[in-house]
């Protein structure tokens, strides 16, 4: 029976002895009608309940407020993953490592000019090297999203490869867990400590960040079981899978790395 329904005879029924010829109808209170599929609550799962998909609140506020409950309650967090858009997680995880990737390129260039000032100077006034340090910083941006995107995708293919059964799961969701794992990043960024520090004071700061080192195993291991029920054996094909995935896409970021180095360094004579 429907929720807030009540029970009553089919019009014009017919009774004998007091019992009804036809079964009773349920009509729900708020709509009036026998099936009312729109105010049935919603399936477990299918509605998110993560800080950063709740429009009602500043977007730092939401952006900090995921970043610190994938963190702090790993297992909780990504072993609940509700079901939703990837659209969603894709711009938490483009906020976060944007933030987290400019605050390491500030004194990462603050220690170039305090090493090397004429080939800072150098730099700077070349709009060619600007431009180049620019893409490069956008495409490392793009290579760590894809990164995350495909180590979640990973866990899920690798846990249901051909011959396994069939696991509650698809691989949308494995990239949402990989795009909301962006939030160990900016947490562990420059920006991140100085961020736990305004808004936890200097006793408290350090337990999220060393909360964030810890969590990729845990949040793993929950995400796995909880959300696709994997057992042994389909963990650790989604394991083996994504280290050997995510291996090579590593190697292939730090070659962009040394390109771009090393374009720039052949600029200026170095």
Known sequence: MLPDAV???????????????????????????TLCPGCAPAPRGSVSSLAW??????????????????SLEPQRFFG??????????????????????????????????????????????????????ALSWVAFVTCMLGLHALWGACLDWGAQLPGARRLGSSWQRGVRFGLYACGWDLLTSPLGVLASLLTRG?????????AAARAPRLAQRAY???????????????????????????????????AAVASLALRFGY
């Open 53 to 70: 998909e709740d429009g009602s609140q500043p977007c730092w506020s939401r952006l900090w407020g995921t970043a610190l409950a994938s």
């Open 202 to 210: 200097p006793l408290r700061a350090w337990a999220p960040i060393g």
């Open 80 to 133: 609940e993953l509700p079901l939703g858009r990837v659209s969603e997680a894709l711009a938490f995880a483009a906020c976060a490592e944007v933030f987290a990737l400019a605050s390491l390129a500030l004194p990462a260039a603050l220690g170039l000019r305090w090493v090397a000032p004429e080939l800072t100077r150098q730099v700077l006034s070349s709009s060619a090297a600007c431009g180049t340090l």
């Open 7 to 33: 029970p009553t005879e089919s019009p014009g029924a017919e009774t004998t002895g007091g019992d009804s010829v036809a079964p009773p109808i349920a009509l729900c209170v708020t709509c009036g009608l």
């Open 224 to 258: 796995l079981e909880q959300c696709l029920g994997a057992d042994a054996a389909a963990q650790q094909r989604a394991r083996r899978l994504s280290m050997f995935v995510l291996s090579g896409g590593m190697l292939l970021v730090v070659l962009l790395l040394l």
